[in-house]
Every structure is written in structure tokens, then in C-alpha cells.
């Protein structure tokens, strides 16, 4: 059985086996959270990821996808990059973010990790309604068989901790 706990704080400072990234689909970095990781884990996530887009993701990763790399500086094992998915009032795009978490969860379950922290994918610059993002990530951990022991969620504000922990009762 997964525990799922509720953090408000940087992602960068936890102490887990896997940090999960929000990335871009290129794999080089970013603003929020991506670019947050990539300059607490230092060089050593770049150089992963350009290894990843040199052999396997020419074309870089796809959405509702997931990989991991080392973490470099981090105090967690491995990175494990997702791209999420932009919002769209015109087109339901939930089944793309709930992969995000169940891809990164199945990664997870690949690298032998226990302990799993996850932002909230695709709410900054992709727009997706918070209240919505809480329910579509806390209820897809939920309902995924995993071998993870913790999955914490990791809010950057009070909002987003609101959001997150009403879906957690």
C-alpha cells in the first residue's frame, strides 16, 4: 500500500529516491520546476538528458511519457522527467497528465525506488486548473500498483497544498 503525504516546499530539498520533474519535451531545461532541478542537480542532469536525446529521443519525449536520469546534486537517486500536458478547454486532455503520473510511477518501479516525490505536473506555465490537477494526481496514484512505498506530493504554495490535501481526505 502507497502512502501519499502532502509537503509544502521546494522539491529541490527533498530527501527520497526519485524527484519527479515537470520537463519540457526537450529534455534541456526550463523555467519552474524544470529549470529549478536542473540548476540544483547541476551539469550532470544536462548531460543525461542530451545522452537520452542523442540514443533514444531524437526527437525528445513525448507527452504522458516518463525517463530517468541520474540526479546529479540532488539529494535523491534518480530524476525522473515527465512532460505534461497543456490545458485545453476545447479538448479533454486528462488521460495525458493522469500518464504522467502512472509513467513516472512504472520508472519508478523500474529504478527500485521506495520513495517518490512529485510536483504539480502541468499547473504553472501549462495552465491546468489546480483543483483539477490535485484530483487527476492524487486519484491516478491511488488507483496505481506500484511497488513505491511513499509518493509525496511537494507544493511550492499554499494554494496548491490546499489543492492537493482536500483530495487527500
Known amino acids: ?33 524544470d529549470g529549478a532541478i536542473h540548476r540544483a542537480g547541476g551539469p550532470e542532469i544536462l548531460s543525461a538528458c542530451r545522452d537520452l536525446r542523442a540514443s533514444h529521443y531524437g526527437k525528445g519525449l513525448a507527452t504522458g511519457r516518463a525517463v530517468a536520469t541520474t540526479a546529479g546534486r540532488l539529494q535523491a537517486r534518480w530524476v525522473i522527467h515527465t512532460v505534461g500536458p497543456v490545458f485545453s478547454r476545447e479538448e479533454d ?37 489546480m483543483d483539477d490537477a490535485a484530483r487527476i494526481a492524487v486519484e491516478t496514484v491511488k488507483t496505481t500498483d506500484t511497488s513505491v512505498e511513499e509518493v509525496r506530493f511537494v507544493l511550492f504554495d499554499e494554494a496548491a497544498y490546499a489543492a492537493f490535501t482536500a483530495q487527500g481526505h
Open 1 to 33: 500500500m502507497t502512502t501519499i503525504t502532502f509537503v509544502r516546499g521546494d522539491i529541490t530539498k527533498q530527501h527520497v529516491d526519485a524527484i519527479v520533474n515537470a520537463a519540457n519535451s526537450s529534455l534541456l531545461g526550463g523555467g519552474g520546476v
Open 93 to 129: 486532455r486528462s488521460d495525458l497528465l493522469a500518464s504522467c503520473y502512472r509513467e513516472s510511477l512504472r520508472v519508478a518501479d523500474e529504478l527500485g525506488a521506495r520513495t517518490v516525490a512529485f510536483p504539480a505536473i502541468s499547473t504553472g506555465i501549462f495552465r491546468w486548473p
